[in-house]
């Protein structure tokens, strides 16, 4: 933050953290979007993580981008598509999922 960047490049910070830290680290994460107005790009294998604190989505797999849209249009059948996988097992149906943020903001860019 002292070198005041354009952008940040956060590669799975969020990696084997407990909900809360999680949530701490997503959190300050939008802060520094909002109030300083730095992008930043993250990088997250949590769906749910990701359609909560994010307003666009770009998904990748064997170095392409198979989706590119808002959290709203990551429905549970394109996520079955992408990942051939029941959606149940890349996102959470059983209302567990991160709340989203009390500002009802989200960082301009993330990737999932």
């Known amino acids: 933050m002292v070198q005041e960047p354009d952008?940040?490049?956060?590669?799975?910070?969020?990696?084997?953290?407990?909900?809360?830290?999680?949530?701490?680290?997503?959190?300050?994460?939008?802060?520094?979007?909002?109030?300083?107005?730095?992008t930043v790009v993250c990088n997250l294998h949590s769906l749910d993580?990701?359609?909560?604190?994010?307003?666009?989505?770009?998904?990748?797999?064997?170095?392409r981008v198979v989706f590119d849209g808002t959290p709203q249009t990551l429905t549970d059948d394109v996520a079955r598509e992408l990942y051939g996988l029941d959606a149940g097992e890349v996102m959470d149906t059983a209302g567990t999922a991160l709340p989203l943020p009390a500002q009802g903001v989200r960082p301009s860019?993330?990737?999932?």
């Open 7 to 38: 952008i940040i490049l956060a590669d799975e910070p969020i990696a084997s953290l407990d909900p809360r830290n999680t949530k701490v680290v997503m959190d300050s994460l939008l802060r520094i979007n909002k109030h300083f107005g730095i």
């Open 49 to 63: 993580t990701a359609r909560a604190y994010c307003d666009r989505l770009v998904g990748m797999a064997q170095g």
């Open 109 to 112: 860019l993330a990737v999932a």
